[in-house]
C-alpha cells in the first residue's frame, strides 16, 4: 500500500525551465510534506517543507504549492540549472514526527545544459 | 560535528552471516531514526529512538532485525542470517523532538549481500 505516489519517475528539462513534481495523499492525518533532493551515493536532503495551514511556499527558486481538498502537493523549481539534476522525493508525516516520513518513489530529475 | 556519521559505508556479506551497522547522530539531536531504501524506491521507514527508548518499530522490521540505542547517543543495527533481499541502502537520520524539526539523514551504509 503506497500512501504516497509520486509523479513523474523521470523528468527532462531545460535549463533555464521550470520543472514540476507532483505528489498526492491518502492519509488526512498527514500535517508535514517535506521535499528532499538526493544525489548519487548520498543521503536524502531537505528541501523545503510545508504544513496543511498554507497553499503555497517559496524558498529562493523551490516553491511548494499545497491543495488541501485534493490532497495534493507539488514542488515546483523555478530556473532549473544543471546542478539541480537529481532525485526529488515527496514525503508525508502525521502527528509532528518530522522524522516519521513516508516517501514517494522519488523523481528523477535531469537538467539539460 | 559535520552531520550524521554512518559506519561503514559499504559492506559485503555472504548469505547467512550477521551484519552490524553504527549511526552517529548530530550530538545535540536525541531522536534517531533508521530507513532503507532499495534502488529506484525511497527511503522506508524501519524504526526510531527518543534519547534510548525505542518508540516505534515498522512492520518492515523482521524479527532478523534489532536496533539499539543503549546511551541514547550512537546507534547500531545488527540483521541477523542476511538474506539476499536485505541489499539495500540503510539510512539514518536524526533530529531535535517537535514541530517542523527537520530530519538530518547520514550517507548511508550500503548493503550487499551475496
Known amino acids: ?113 | 560535528d559535520t552531520g550524521v556519521s554512518q559506519n561503514p559505508r559499504h559492506k559485503i556479506t555472504k548469505r547467512g552471516q550477521n551484519v552490524t551497522f553504527r549511526c552517529d547522530p548530530i550530538s545535540e539531536h536525541n531522536r534517531l531514526y533508521w530507513y532503507r531504501q532499495t534502488l529506484g524506491q525511497g527511503p522506508e521507514f524501519l524504526t526510531y529512538f527518543q534519547n534510548e527508548a525505542q518508540l516505534e518499530k515498522s512492520r518492515l522490521l523482521s524479527d532478523r532485525f534489532s536496533a539499539e540505542r543503549p546511551k541514547g547517543s550512537f546507534s547500531t543495527l545488527e540483521i541477523q542470517r542476511t538474506e539476499q533481499g536485505d541489499s539495500a541502502m540503510y539510512l539514518c537520520a536524526s533530529s531535535i523532538p517537535g514541530q517542523g524539526a527537520e530530519a538530518f539523514f547520514g550517507q548511508g551504509t550500503r548493503l550487499t549481500v551475496v
Open chain 1, 1 to 113: 500500500q503506497q500512501q504516497v505516489k509520486q509523479s513523474p519517475q523521470s523528468l527532462i528539462v531545460q535549463k533555464g525551465g521550470i520543472s514540476i513534481i507532483n505528489c498526492a495523499y491518502e492519509n488526512t492525518a498527514f500535517d508535514y510534506f517535506p521535499w528532499y533532493q538526493q544525489f548519487p551515493g548520498k543521503g536524502p536532503a531537505l528541501l523545503i517543507a510545508i504544513r496543511p495551514d498554507v497553499s503555497e511556499k517559496k524558498e529562493g527558486r523551490f516553491t511548494i504549492s499545497f491543495n488541501k481538498s485534493a490532497k495534493q502537493f507539488s514542488l515546483h523549481i523555478m530556473d532549473s540549472q544543471p546542478g539541480d539534476s537529481a532525485t526529488y522525493f515527496c514525503a508525508a508525516a502525521a502527528g509532528g514526527s518530522q522524522g516519521n516520513l513516508i516517501f514517494g518513489k522519488g523523481t528523477k530529475l535531469s537538467v539539460k545544459p
